[in-house]
């Protein structure tokens, strides 16, 4: 397949722009200094949290000019040349959201980019909260069990950062990431695609550093450096927010086929979305709160949580950042996704995933450009990917699963149950199954 060399001509003219132009780090101008997290617990966590945001707003309004000229001058109605004007408008409702920062505007903008969590999946009937209700109530505890997992003791701060470094060093191809502790940042880790941030006085479940290691650096930083890779497309190292759901249902894609997905971390991601639409029902920040203590978060955990609603947004609610609504909703696409590209055994297609930081809405048009050789394979793949022999026989087999009807099968083993439970000794297993909320 060919593509006309004016249209490549214009991909790599306008390519590079955007490749020249500074990263626009939306998440880290929207972060609340640590200052924020002192005073809040020093003043006894009854007063809202005053946060002020150092946005640079001519720079954004000169920056969303420059774009909105560069979107102007890319000309035909080839599908790689409104592939490229949906990248330039990605940048530029970046901006936009950046410099509405502190205002109510900021939530019209963020449900613009990411929905809500009365978002629906593909205009049907279902929506974010209803996948994350679903999920909470198949993940809660109803029975009494003396089996348990065996107490181990957490990893610290310095301990995961030698575990994340020794794995990078011996990743072939090596990925260029440094991981260091920062005692500046407000959230546990923070990752891009050439460092891992790691706050000094956390503490990590195994399972969470397993977790975290295929999140952020065998999904976020790899299809970062495979997007810095691509000769005449590296702007594809930072899709902006249309991205966002993909990459992070790849991400816990990534965590959930790894056995790293634990309970508290699904709970945990299906319990932000209730925090989006509590806050887009007007709910503060000190509402969100305490909503979560009173579930059982500990203090740090739910004042994190509480502030991923909130950064950008307004304190006192209606106007939340829903990022967090749209994780579970990428999961879902990218699984239904895989299970339809899998049954056919196309691995090409896969790879696109990684090829750079994409959505799943440009498969077609990367596969065009594949195709025509102006876009190469990604030079590093995920472990998941790696490992296509076991991969396809996992969705060969769930696909069958997909079209049968175990509501009988279900209720049979749900008349076992009842019977093994009957059979237990007077007082037997008075123990809650389960273990601790996430870390």
Known sequence: MSIDRAVLEQLERVGGRLSEAKALKLLDDIAWPREVEERFFASGEGSLPEVEYAVDRDGLARRVAELRELLGSIDGDAPALEWLRDNVRAQIAAAELLEAAGTRAFYARSLELYGGARTRFFGGALSNIDLAEHLTDRLRVH??????????????????????????????????????????????????????????????????????????????????????????????????????????????????????????????????????????QGASFLDLYRHLRARGAGRRDAYFDAQRVCRGGLCEGGAPFTKDACYLAGLLEVYAFLAAVLRGGLRDEVELLVCGRIALEDIAVLAELRAAGALERPRYLPGWLRAWQTLLPYFAFTSFMDGIDLGPVERHFQELLRVAADARPAGAGRRRRGGPREA
């Open 143 to 280: 029975g009494w069990d003396e089996a348990s997992d065996p107490e181990e003791e957490p990893l610290d701060a310095g301990a995961l950062r030698d575990q994340l470094a020794a794995r990078v060093a011996a990743r072939e191809p090596p990925l260029a990431i440094d991981v260091t502790l920062d005692p500046r940042i407000t959230a546990k880790v923070v990752a891009g695609m050439s460092r891992v941030r790691i706050r000094p006085e956390a503490t990590f479940a195994s399972w969470e550093a397993e977790g975290l290691w295929h999140h952020e650096v065998e999904t976020h930083a790899l299809t970062a450096h495979n997007g810095a890779a691509q000769p005449r497309l590296p702007f594809l190292r930072a899709g902006g927010p249309r991205t966002t759901r993909t990459q992070e249902g790849l991400a816990i894609f990534a965590e959930l086929y790894s056995r790293s997905l634990s309970i508290g971390r699904l709970t945990r991601l299906a319990e932000r979305v209730r925090l989006v639409d509590l806050a887009e």
